[in-house]
């Protein structure tokens, strides 16, 4: 079963914030909170990760909600490169524990 | 450089035969995985190992086998089982974790002919 919950889909308009939202209702106090975007025909790519605290980084912003059951993941400016497949995924800090699951993620369309 | 790499990159099959993809990555990392993605879905895992000589299930194990020998490799054989294997197969790798992030292969196009 996904542990994750996200839209199908998303569009945004060029250089306007994208605030990309993921529920995990059912996280453990060990799971991280993981981005990653696809874009066509590659493998994933690292945006960012958390397990608290809201973080930053130079390709986004990874706000968590004080329970912890839902994040989002905020592009500040996007543009037509940022145009992909987001997925939200959990991965647990116990080395016994390493399955990492994907679900279907949010398709993101930019505009110009 | 570091990095995992895939090959090939695109494969194809006859019906009845078994296939072996590779993925050879140098990061050292312990943990590595192996997805496959069907058009306009998303990853499913089909095995994972955590450590040389050691690889658990996933969600779609059956009609595929895996080996983990050498740190460094983790090779997917999709067999004749598999009756559907067209697909775009990504593998992956990582420290173990919660801390820390997956690197993924380019991918591996596999067609049946």
């Known amino acids: 079963d996904a542990k994750t919950t996200q839209p199908n889909s998303m569009e945004s308009n060029e250089e306007e914030p994208v605030h990309l939202p993921c529920n995990h209702s059912t996280i453990s106090g060990t799971d991280y909170i993981h981005w990653y975007r696809q874009l066509p025909s590659q493998g994933p790519e690292y945006v960012i990760h958390?397990?608290?605290s809201n973080v930053n980084n130079r390709m986004a912003s990874l706000a968590i909600a004080e329970d912890r059951k839902s994040s989002t993941l905020i592009l500040h400016r996007a543009t037509l490169r940022d145009a992909a497949v987001y997925y939200c995924i959990l991965r647990d800090a116990r080395y016994n524990n390493n399955d990492m699951r994907f679900g279907a993620g949010t398709r993101l369309t930019v505009k110009p | 450089d570091g990095g995992i790499t895939q090959s090939p990159k695109y494969l194809f099959r006859k019906e009845g035969q078994n296939v072996t993809l590779s993925c050879e990555q140098n990061?050292?990392?312990?943990?590595m995985y192996w997805y496959r993605q069907d058009p306009g879905q998303g990853l499913r895992l089909i095995y994972y190992s955590q450590i040389v000589n050691d690889f658990q299930k996933g969600d779609i194990a059956e009609g595929y086998s895996v080996s983990r020998e050498k740190k460094e490799s983790f090779p997917l054989t999709v067999t004749s089982a598999q009756k559907n294997p067209t697909a775009f197969y990504l593998c992956?790798?990582?420290?173990?974790?919660?801390?820390?992030?997956?690197?993924f292969g380019s991918g591996t196009q596999l067609s049946v002919l």
């Open positions: 992956a790798s990582s420290v173990t974790g919660g801390d820390e992030k997956l690197f």
């Open positions: 958390g397990l608290t």
């Open positions: 990061l050292n990392h312990d943990a």
